[in-house]
T-cell receptor
Framework: DAGVIQSPRHEVTEMGQEVTLRCKPI?????LFWYRQTMMRGLELLIY????????DSGMPEDRFSAKMPNASFSTLKIQPSEPRDSAVYFC?????????????FGEGSWLTVV | AQSVTQLDSHVSVSEGTPVLLRCNYS??????LFWYVQHPNKGLQLLLK??????LVKGINGFEAEFKKSETSFHLTKPSAHMSDAAEYFC??????????FGTGTRLQVTL
């Protein structure tokens, strides 16, 4: 089975440029999450969607960050304009939420470097 | 509110010896608990999960964890470490609305 698929795996961009990270969740999953991992702050939840609707975006650091989920099989995380402090690994994850709980599966991550 | 505390930031064991990674949790209700592993430059892989069924949970690669409500612990163990087990391990608690709270991680080093 295909897992959570993220692209690009690695990106190096200049400060001020727009960055778009993409995610394809596991087919049939109804929840999607964007996490950011840094050495200083560990893993942080940025935003999550349930049935394509954003439920909690309180972790989005500032207005430069935006996330969309136009359909059940695709989501994007956009940073515009990017800054060096945005350098991190961004993980997308998905889960199937049921009455008995849920298990979250992670993609391989997008390694972002802003110079 | 919920939280997890991983008691050791770094654990070093010799190959073939037992592994113990400690985790304590805090939750205002019956939690779901997970252990994830992250190998260098890789994503997070689910090792095992506890969801109020059996208190001893078996996972992949020979790992297991025991849920102890009286001690609010969910320690991860493996009888015999292998070099390929060297990685970062995260204890995680799941709260309402599917949100996960991660521990700070324990880096496991396995030496010959």
């Amino acid at each position: 089975d295909a897992g959570v698929i993220q692209s690009p795996r690695h990106e190096v961009t200049e400060m001020g440029q727009e960055v778009t990270l993409r995610c394809k969740p596991i087919s049939g999953h109804n929840s999607l999450f964007w996490y950011r991992q840094t050495m200083m702050r560990g893993l942080e939840l940025l935003i999550y969607f349930n049935n394509n609707v954003p439920i909690d975006d309180s972790g989005m650091p500032e207005d430069r960050f935006s996330a969309k989920m136009p359909n059940a099989s695709f989501s994007t995380l956009k940073i515009q304009p990017s800054e060096p402090r945005d350098s991190a690994v961004y993980f997308c994850a998905s889960s199937l939420r049921t009455s008995s709980g849920n298990t979250i599966y992670f993609g391989e991550g997008s390694w972002l470097t802003v110079v | 509110a919920q939280s997890v505390t991983q008691l050791d930031s770094h654990v070093s064991v010799s190959e073939g010896t037992p592994v113990l990674l400690r985790c304590n949790y805090s939750s205002s209700y019956s939690p779901s608990l997970f252990w994830y592993v992250q190998h260098p430059n890789k994503g997070l892989q689910l090792l095992l999960k506890y969801t109020s069924a059996a208190t001893l949970v078996k996972g992949i690669n020979g790992f297991e964890a025991e849920f102890k409500k009286s001690e609010t612990s969910f320690h991860l163990t493996k009888p015999s470490a292998h070099m390929s087990d060297a990685a970062e391990y995260f204890c995680v608690v799941s709260g309402t609305a599917s949100k996960l709270t991660f521990g700070t991680g324990t880096r496991l080093q396995v030496t010959l």
